[in-house]
C-alpha cells in the first residue's frame, strides 16, 4: 500500500495521539458449518490470538457482531 508507517506514527504524535497497543501479529482462523449456513447469510465465526489474550467472535457481514474472550465465558469451555 505504500505507507511510511513512521511518518504516520511522527504525525499522529504531534496531533496529541498515544500508542495504547504495541504492534503485533493477530493470528486467525475463521469457521463455519460443513453446510456453509453462516457463508449463506453472509457470516462467520472468528478465533483470534491477540497476543495477550484470545476473542471469539461471530460476524455477519451489514448485520450483527458479537465479540467476547476467555473473561467473558467464565464457567464455559476454556479455550485451548
Not at 500500500?1 to 493477530?26: F, P, Q, W, Y
Request: hydrophobic share 30%.
Amino acid at each position: 500500500m505504500g505507507i511510511d508507517t513512521e511518518k504516520l506514527r511522527d504525525l499522529l504524535k504531534k496531533n496529541g495521539a498515544a500508542l495504547v497497543h504495541s504492534e503485533c501479529l493477530m493470528k486467525r482462523n475463521n469457521f463455519d458449518y460443513p453446510d456453509a449456513r453462516l457463508e449463506k447469510i453472509g457470516g462467520w465465526v472468528r478465533v483470534r490470538d491477540e497476543g495477550d489474550k484470545i476473542t471469539l467472535s461471530y460476524k455477519q457481514a451489514g448485520g450483527e457482531n458479537y465479540q467476547g474472550d476467555e473473561r467473558n465465558f467464565a464457567g464455559r469451555r476454556r479455550f485451548q
